[in-house]
C-alpha cells in the first residue's frame, strides 16, 4: 500500500519542477507566481486531506467512508479558495502557466503509481 504521503511528495516534487521551468523559460516573476500558485491549488488540500485521513480517529471502522467524504468536501472547498483568492490577488496572473502547473500536479500520481509497478505500461 503507497502512503498518502509519498503521493502528496511527488505532487510537490512536480510542482517544484513547473515552477523552476516556469521560471527559466520566461525569467518573469508573473508565469512563475502563478505556477507556484497552481501547485499549491493542488498540494496544500491533498496535504490536508492525507493529514485528516491518516489520522487515528479517521481510521475506526465505519467512520472511514464518512471521514473520506468530509475531508474530500474540504479539499475541494480549500482548493476553490485559493483559486479564487489568486483571481483576484494576484495582478500578474499567468493563465497557462497555473493551469500547467496544476495539470502537472494533479498527474504526479499516475508517475509515483507507474514507479512503483502498479500500472502496467
Do not use: H
Not at 62 to 83: C, D, H, N, R
Amino acid at each position: 500500500m503507497m502512503s498518502p504521503w509519498a503521493l502528496v511528495g511527488w505532487q510537490a516534487a512536480a510542482g517544484v519542477a513547473m515552477v523552476a521551468a516556469w521560471g527559466l523559460l520566461t525569467l518573469q516573476g508573473g508565469p512563475t507566481g502563478s505556477a507556484l500558485w497552481g501547485a499549491v491549488s493542488v498540494v496544500v488540500p491533498n496535504a490536508l486531506m492525507a493529514w485528516g485521513m491518516t489520522r487515528r480517529s479517521a481510521l475506526a471502522g465505519g467512520a472511514s467512508v464518512l471521514s473520506f467524504m468530509v475531508w474530500e468536501l474540504i479539499k475541494i472547498i480549500l482548493a476553490v479558495a485559493i483559486l479564487v483568492a489568486v483571481v483576484l490577488w494576484y495582478p500578474a496572473l499567468s493563465w497557462p502557466a497555473l493551469l500547467s502547473a496544476m495539470v502537472v500536479c494533479l498527474k504526479a500520481n499516475w508517475l509515483a503509481l507507474l514507479r512503483r509497478g502498479r500500472i502496467e505500461k
